[in-house]
């Protein structure tokens, strides 16, 4: 068994075959995954997911192994509620691997996909890049988080790229806008996800020139879309602390003004990351920003963040209840009935509701007799650069189409 400590993300490799094992530890390395594990029996891994300390976001599993194999080490990983993705790896053919594939989706367990023996570095980045690692608490003291000086230096020297995340209309698929995510691509680690970041960013003052950055990155990628026909619309996440700043409802219009976007286009998604000592600013702030004609969007609803009281003080015109009350509603009576309250206050409220953590068929479809008006998700895509999306686009509109004729 092998640990190293690096990437924030942890990944657990399970194959007999200790050259297997050796090889994807290397390929991943390669991504900038370097917090992995390796085992080479299912009841070894189960013994290590157990242990409390542990926690891994990906399992790269061997379908044939000697004494358990991959379907029941999967099956015991389900009675585990393991929450991470899986990716097959395995010689068998195409065929078992669907099926495999197809009874993990049963289980309701993410499946990345499938690599074929013997597999190779292509392969796995195409599973890898269409991969979000989970979302962890910020101060998660298992990932890692980069210190001042590197974020500082990664938002100087242009490191920070955005991605978007297509959102769309419940009711008809249409797509109407993006969410910015931004992401660090790291010379040496490789892609870096915000909860890497972000907090660090907000903690040392940085947060203002992150938020710039990304911000002017997004209006400009509109204006291009606009250009080319695309009628959509950019959100942005907003911290707090870009919330004390007196002149950010200039800046953000001069931003938008400058790339020739309307303000109705751009909406500014904002967390109550932390007590709000002194809300005059974030207030004043905000309410300039809507008079501007800004979509404000609370994020994370639900959460406890994202609380009543701000609802109530801000004039928020879209309200995203946070997936943790949306993926597997249908099936979960307490989450059903916290989205569904969640959803009718919007409603009341005359705000637009979206709903994120969209992740299968079956949230897909629960959504649909929901009233919601949005929907962001795995299910529908996951956060890409830019120039994906006129490609995920069509591949969209074939989607929605074998929907209305199926
Ligand atoms: P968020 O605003 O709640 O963004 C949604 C997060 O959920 C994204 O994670 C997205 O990739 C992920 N997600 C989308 N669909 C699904 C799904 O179906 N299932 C699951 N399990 N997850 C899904 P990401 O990109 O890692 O971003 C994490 C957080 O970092 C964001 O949460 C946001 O709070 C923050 N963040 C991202 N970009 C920025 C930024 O430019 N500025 C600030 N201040 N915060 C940012
Ligand atoms: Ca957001
Ligand atoms: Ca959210």
Not at 10 to 35: N, S
Not at 52 to 57: G, H, N
Not at 227 to 250: H, I, K, Q, Y
């Amino acid at each position: 068994m092998m640990m190293t400590h690096k990437s924030p993300v942890r990944i657990l490799v399970l194959d007999d075959e200790p050259f297997m094992l050796k090889l994807l530890a290397h390929m991943l390395a390669a991504h900038g995954y370097t917090q992995v594990t390796t085992c080479d029996n299912g009841q070894g891994a189960l013994d290590l997911i157990d242990a409390a300390d542990y926690a891994t976001d990906l399992i790269l599993c061997d379908l044939n192994m000697p004494e358990m194999d991959g379907i029941e080490f999967a099956r015991k990983l389900v009675e585990r509620r393991y929450s991470g993705s899986l990716i097959w790896v395995s010689g068998e053919d195409d065929r078992v691997l669907q099926t495999a594939e197809t009874l993990m989706r049963a289980h309701r367990v993410t499946v990345l996909g499938r690599l074929q023996k013997p597999p190779t570095a292509q392969g796995l980045a195409a599973l890898l890049e269409q991969w979000t690692p989970p979302k962890r608490a910020r101060s998660s003291a298992a990932s890692r988080t980069y210190a001042v000086a590197e974020v500082r230096a990664a938002i100087a020297r242009g490191e920070l790229v955005n991605w978007y995340q297509p959102q769309v209309v419940v009711g008809t698929g249409e797509v109407v806008g993006v969410e910015t995510l931004v992401r660090w691509q790291h010379p040496v680690d490789g892609l870096v996800y915000p909860d890497a970041f972000i907090g660090v960013a907000e903690a040392h003052g940085l947060i203002k020139d992150l938020t710039r950055v990304v911000l002017a990155a997004a209006v400009a990628q509109l204006r291009e879309w606009r250009a080319a026909g695309l009628e959509l619309r950019v959100a942005v996440n907003v911290s707090m602390d870009d919330l004390v700043f007196l002149d950010f409802p200039d800046f953000v219009a001069g931003q938008t003004a400058a790339a020739g976007v309307l303000p109705k286009d751009v909406i500014l998604e904002v967390t109550e990351s932390q007590l709000m000592l002194d809300a005059r600013a974030p207030l004043e702030i905000l309410t300039r920003l809507r008079l501007k004609r800004f979509g404000l969007s609370i994020d994370d609803f639900g959460t406890g963040h994202s609380s009543l009281v701000q609802l109530r003080d801000i004039p928020f015109d879209e309200l995203k209840v946070d997936r943790s009350f949306v993926h597997g509603a249908w099936a979960n009576d307490t989450l059903r009935a916290i989205f569904e309250a969640s959803l009718r206050l919007g409603q009341q409220l005359n705000m637009v509701t979206v709903a994120e953590g969209v992740e299968d068929q079956a949230d897909w479809d629960f959504l649909r007799c929901s009233g919601c008006q949005l929907a962001q998700g795995y299910f529908i895509a996951r956060p890409m650069p830019a120039a994906e999306l006129p490609g995920w686009l069509a591949s969209w509109r074939e989607r929605m189409q074998g929907y209305r004729e199926a």
